[in-house]
């Protein structure tokens, strides 16, 4: 499998859990679920920066919930 396949799965799952954490209209859920949808570099790329820029607790939180389902 292709990095960018494994890493569009993992963008839907993640937009999942901030949509819990940070709210559906956040817009760090919104670029993850675009980027999930699309699958494209230039998508992903902007979650990956949107998403380290989260505050540490918000990023574990959002994992942490990945690795619970």
Known sequence: MDETAIDRAAMGRLAKALAFICGPAHPTT?????????GSERDIKAARLLFLKLKPSDRRSALAMLDDA
């Open 30 to 38: 919104i670029a993850l679920q675009a980027a999930s949808d699309s």
